[in-house]
């Protein structure tokens, strides 16, 4: 017999009597009455930055603030934010060749109130490298694109596929030495997540 | 009502005192209190050492003693516990189960029986409470601070009716003082290094008597205490609950 | 490590040799309980998640073969390479064959506490094959040459100084540098080198979902990702005992994982791994060693919810006074002291009677396993089958004849009372242990059973 299937058997003659699921609707309804509030809130507190903007224009003003593209790589996946960019993504190069990105723009489908996090998937990031390899990450949502919990985060999701796909709170960080806070673990040292009014 | 009152055996060795505290303070309260005079052990060290099967001898002691009363109270939450989850029989297992629902440990009986509102107690003194862990999680006598539940203490607002009592903060609110049974010598290092962690916190915030439910914890930290040299006293709560 | 064949109480002595290491130990650790505490009780839900969460574990092992069926063909038709293993050996094997196939001799790798189970690193290592572990905490870990003390958080036993000085031999780092920010740089920077050069990486597994054939990996660090995106070949391994049903139920537990474990919301990557990236292989194995035999023990099946938080370490009063290598053994505190007799009841039969039976980690317990209740039922079983030391047989039958006929009782009392030779808590003939930190009580002059009859009749 294979392992797969002795594995199997036993599982099936030691498992105990059948056990339903339990009625997970009620975690749905739970949610916040000022969600950007608690967005903002909730990613600060875990060393991330939310800047509520109404316009491109206003994003590209920031980043341009602190990153010049003539000297440091900065990368967009975001066609209107491509001007502030060093040059816009080739499609799917080999992700070693991010290693020098310093600061990566990228859009999320949605962020979650309730722990600051936005979600992505692959087809918004040309490479699954991109959100982590950079030095610094900005992603973009719109202020509608916000729900409450993860409960609804997955209602959201729904059974729609993906080969990859992740909830990214902040920045990367470690608190493995003596318990104190670094930020820049091995990813981005810095998360800024733009709220676009819309 | 006629209670049985169930006294562990350390108790009735050592702290004959906490004993006599809860048999007055019943009376006072009206409670016609029999002590039946062939009782031991409820078994606990035996079957927290994993020698469960060796208890059959006290389980079926304690049926014999404990039949026929209204209620069974003692003063040490974890050996209600014990007998609350453990006591069986196989020749009267209906028995057994019949006196396992009616043992309750003191201050719960106080609180939740008697219904308790008010105490003629004076204890002019800063009193530490030790939420000793079987009571407490086991017994529930007072909320735990794990759990996200709304707060209450059985033994806490019984002192609060003693008049003159001042009831002190500590930093960890339930740790466990690592007495623990046979552990407190099984495992000595850690189980005194609890042990003095959990007076020191007393001591820092100006305890004069550190008090429970349960004589046992308190046997424990006051071995520490004497040992240190410290002034600091423990005592049941029903010695407090008793004092004048 | 040196552990040899010393138990808990022996490494935990030695543990408590260092008073304020203790002290430091247990502040660290309490810290970690409090940010979780101050954390969940902003989720007025959050005992009903804790009651979900437990559901949903007990619905998964009572139909866990149908499961495992379900998750395995959803990920086969996701292009994952599925492989089944029945013990550690067997792990091992397979990731070693991986390895081989690739013509690699060197894997990074990011944590996984099944992979530290299987002692894949030594079996590697024999092999020639070189490990790197990217998970900061297992980094450190792995160059002092120790297992981690704490299933999340691997280092939690070392002082800066002491990784300042590991770092100064292995990274180069200045002697006498333990600053945390520059000591994580140097980390970043050697281990960046690492994940742009390694060709297959291995991960572990938080959760799978049996409904769509993907697992999900969470770290802080993002190391999990950097290793995973940047190799040609992503290995997942993974206990059978991880997987959920729904993706949906993926907010339950990614709401409590968190929250028990750090006091965070949520970790900062949760990343959700479907299909291999377009040219990748990935690899994933289902591991038993040992799972499907403890599914079969009544008593002890609910081990098996576990989600490896952590917080039962955190709030155990002992784990936080002796520290994670007493136990010997992978998973260290409460819950390993329920899983590892599982596995070696000779081996581990010390375990759980590291406990005071406190209870504190059942109640921080995300997925409600009765951990103390299974502490108690493993000694009753542990005595049973044996393993008990014969002292403490002996003296545990003459307590028992004792107790159970009071002539003998009141005869041991009174001479008890003179000499302070009896004491139930002190039966094992290492009566002196209580003497070292301890007075005894003084004794009364008399029982209350003796001033009852003088005095009440
Ligand atoms: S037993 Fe519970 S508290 Fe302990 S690590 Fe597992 S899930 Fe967390």
Redesign the interface.
Known sequence: MSSRDKILAAVAQNKPEAMPLPHIAPFKEIGYTDVIGQYETVLTAIGGKVHRVNNWDEIKTIVKEKYNAQNVRVLSLVPELDDVATSAYEINPAAHHLADVELALIKAHFGVAENGSVWVTEELLGHRAVPFICQHLAAVITSSNLVDTMHRAYMRIGLETYGWGAFIAGPSKTADIEQSLVLGAHGPRSMTVFVLQD | MRVGLFVPCYVDQFYPGAAIATLELLEKLGVEVVYPKNQTCCGQPMANSGFEHLTGGCNRLFIDNFSGFDYIVSPSGSCVLHIREHLHDDKRPEQAKEISHKVWELTSFLTDVLKVESLPARFPHKVGVHQSCHGQRGLHLSSMTELVAPSFSKPGSLLNMVKDLELIELERKDECCGFGGTFCVVEEAVSSKMGKDRVADHLKHGAEYITGADMSCLMHMEGILKRQGSKVKVLHIAEILNAE | MEVGTKD??EL??I??KD?ER?NWH?E?L???RAKR?KS??Q???????R??AS??K??V?????TY??QFEAAAKANGVIVH???DAK?HNEIVHGLLKENKVTQMVKSKSMLTEECHLNEYLATHGIEVID????ER?VQLAGEPPSHIV????H???EE?GDLFHMYLGTPSNMAD??F???TA?GS??ET??TRKVALTGVNFAIA??GEFVVCT????A??G???ADVHIACMG?EKLI?K??????F??LLTRSA?G???????????????GQQMHLV?V?NGR??Q??R?DF?NSLKCIRCGACMN?C??YR??GGHSYHTAVAGPIGSILAPNLDMKKYADL?????????C???CPVKIDIHDQL?KW??V???EGY?PTG?KIA??V????????TL?HAA?KM??ATIK???????N??N??Y??????A??K????????KN?K
Not at chain 3, 134 to 137: H, I, N, Q
């Open positions: 808990h109480a935990a002595e543990f408590n008073e203790v247990d660290t309490w810290w970690i505490d969940v009780h989720l007025p839900e959050w005992e009903a998640l009651e979900a559901n949903v007990f619905n092992l009572s139909h866990l073969n495992l069926e089944w293993a029945a067997e990217s998970d900061l905490g450190i958080l691997p280092c939690i070392k002082k800066k990784i945390p920010q000591l994580t740089e970043r281990l960046r994940f742009l409904e769509t802080n660090e993002g190391n990702d950097m995973a995106h940047l059978i049903p993706r949906e139920h993926l907010g339950i990614l709401r750090t965070q919301p949520i970790t900062t990557y949760s990343s959700h791994f479907g299909k291999p990236r377009e289902l038993d499907s035999v599914l079969g009544k099946r709030t009063p002992v006074r002796s759980p009677f590291a406990s005071t039976l406190c209870g504190s059942s109640n921080v108690y000694r009753q542990l005595v049973k008990a403490k545990m039958q307590m028992a004849t004792t107790l159970a006929s009071p009782y009392g008890g009372r009896y004491a139930p808590f002190a039966v094992n290492k009566l242990a209580w070292k930190e301890r007075e005894m009580p004794p009364p008399e029982s209350f059973g003796e001033w009852y009859a009440k």
